[in-house]
């Protein structure tokens, strides 16, 4: 048999209690939690009036205790003085005791008890006898307690325990739920600062592949691109335009689906890919468009794209017309303003976008472009917008159109972006305007 | 059926944002629902990508209900031209419950309406 061994209480507060006081688990959960140096709040104030009422204590308090001090969360049934801090030093505080015995701790009277027979709040609050059980942190450390106190000594009851063990758990689930919705706050917070600095490098690297056409002389070309309000929204847009050797005019727009850095990356190989499938070869629009969807499929290429290319040929007949040859793989329909501002849709059954099937059906289309007359391609940002169809998209650009018709290509640019983006716009959109000299 | 379960829900998102995007896969041995409500685009990318591959993996007949869908862009357009793709590849049926016109109208214009079976049925299943 061990002798019993009853330590002073001073020993015993800097043995042990100091011991799970300073426990840095502990210290850091107590941080976590936030509580410390807060304002009362309304649920920990209900759930210590509610242990206070159904005890017919004087006195109830919520507390949150770190290396040093006992801060009162909630405190019911006792003033505070001007001035007085809502706290007690650790070693005069009552929470102290349960933070060493991690669990409840009853005392029927406090002036008797060896645990709180020395400890000053006793005679200073006129607290005979106290009762508090742990409030946990998620992780199962002992933030601070809730604990009633009554002037008088009394027995607590097996149901005064029943009514602090559940107020108690109740406390710490608040405490669990507020850590965690901080922790959402902060994690949100986190992939917000991510996600912008991914959508800002999505722009450069959407921008820095748009580079500015080449075109031969008896064009004229302005190319635009404008990234979504939102900046989460870039990438995948893009417009090309080059000359061939045999001097035709090739004009490509294109929209990789989706809005991200993977998007503007893909767009960057679509592209390359494109202007090679392109360049100096006999190819129709319609095969060039084929050969991609081959490679897209060949070479792996996790795209799903829609592109328009057309082809301007350089002979011009004797009006000085010239003869457009496009094929569109799932791309909005290309506009062609004439001059005195009428304008058509180049419009076909649509065909399948590129990524998806590369044995689908394509179709050359041709069309003529007089002198004056100017080939507009622009992506679906342009025309698509929430709070319409794109038939009715389409119908307010032929609007703009129609008062721009024997503008340059850049000023059609200009007024078609003025007038069809709205200010909180999605999508991101490119555009490319070329005109046939004569 | 449907009904009920986009009511039940929208309690608990709907609170927040009206069109927030939601994906919610129902599985079934007689088919994979594949519900879309609100926004569906970037904001939804990853769910939609764990939708539909769960959806294929069910190996039962598809159907992706876009009803209830308020917004839809590139995004949202190729996860349905994709799991067509993938259902014609493993030999599962896509079908899109409608009506929704704006859904139609988009995968009319990127050529890809004739992928999917439209069910526009009223009777819920």
New interface residues.
């Given amino acids: 048999m061990p002798s019993v061994h009853e330590p002073s209480p001073m020993a015993h507060d800097l043995s042990v209690a100091n011991r799970h006081v300073h426990d840095v688990r502990r210290l850091a959960a107590v941080q976590r939690s936030q509580l410390l140096d807060t304002p009362p709040d309304e649920p920990f104030d209900r759930l210590a009036t509610l242990a206070r009422d159904l005890l017919e204590a004087k006195v109830a308090l919520v507390t949150v205790v770190d290396s040093r001090r006992s801060y009162w969360k909630a405190r019911i049934g006792v003033d505070q003085l001007p001035g007085e801090r809502p706290e007690h030093l650790v070693h005069v505080s009552f929470s102290q005791y349960v933070l060493d015995a991690r669990g409840p701790v009853l005392v029927n009277d406090t002036r008797t008890d060896p645990r709180t027979r020395t400890n000053p709040s006793v005679a200073e609050m006129q607290i005979c006898s106290w009762a508090g059980y742990p409030v946990f942190s998620p992780d199962g450390q002992v933030l601070g307690s809730l604990s009633v106190m009554d002037e008088k000594p009394r027995e607590w009851t097996e149901r005064d325990r029943l009514v602090l063990d559940t107020l108690a758990r109740a406390a710490s689930t608040e405490v669990g739920l507020r850590m965690a919705m901080a922790d959402s706050q902060r994690a949100a917070q986190r992939a917000r600062r991510v996600a912008d600095r991914s959508a800002h490098m999505a722009l450069v690297l959407q921008r820095s592949m748009l580079t500015q056409p080449s075109v031969p002389a008896y064009v004229d070309v302005a190319v635009r691109y404008q990234p979504a309000a939102e900046l989460t929204q870039v990438g995948g847009d893009w417009y090309d335009a080059f000359t061939e050797p045999d001097g035709s005019t090739v004009v490509v727009i294109g929209d990789v689906c989706g809005h991200d850095i993977e998007a503007a990356a893909l767009m960057g190989q679509l592209r390359s890919l494109v202007r090679g499938s392109c360049y100096d070869r006999a190819d129709s629009p319609a095969q060039v468009l084929r050969h991609v969807d081959r490679a897209i499929r060949g070479l792996e290429i996790d795209v799903i794209a829609t592109v328009m290319i057309a082809r301007i040929n350089p002979e011009p007949d004797a009006d000085g017309a010239r003869t457009l040859r496009w094929s569109s793989a799932g791309h909005p329909p290309g506009m062609v303003l004439a001059a005195d501002g009428t304008s058509i849709l180049l419009d076909a059954p649509p065909e399948l976008l590129l990524g998806i099937d590369p044995g689908a059906e394509r179709f050359d289309h041709e069309t003529r472009l007089a002198a004056g007359d100017t080939l507009l391609l622009y992506t679906d940002g342009l025309v698509e917008r929430p709070d319409r169809t794109i038939v009715e998209g389409l119908g307010e650009l032929a609007d703009v159109l129609s008062t721009v018709g024997a503008a340059s290509p850049e000023d059609v640019c200009s007024a078609v972006l003025a007038a069809s983006v709205d200010p909180d716009a999605r999508d991101d959109v490119a555009l490319v305007a070329v005109r046939n000299r004569g | 059926m449907t009904g009920d379960i986009s009511a039940s829900q929208s309690s608990v998102t709907g609170d927040l944002d009206p069109f927030a995007g939601d994906v919610s896969v129902f599985f079934d041995p007689a088919h994979t629902l594949i519900l879309l409500r609100g926004d569906i685009?970037?904001a939804v990318?990853a769910d939609l990508e764990d939708a539909g591959r769960d959806a294929i993996d069910a190996k039962a007949p598809i159907v992706a209900d876009v009803r209830s869908v308020?917004?839809i862009?590139?995004?949202g357009?190729?996860f349905l031209?994709?799991l067509a793709?993938s259902g014609k590849e493993a030999g599962t049926t896509v079908s899109l419950r409608g009506p929704a016109?704006?859904v139609a109208?988009?995968l009319?214009?990127?050529?890809?309406n004739d992928?999917f079976v439209w069910d526009e049925s009223d009777v819920a299943g």
């Fill in positions: 685009d970037l990318a308020n917004l862009d590139s995004v357009i190729s031209v994709r793709a016109p704006r109208e988009l009319t214009l990127v050529g890809a992928l």
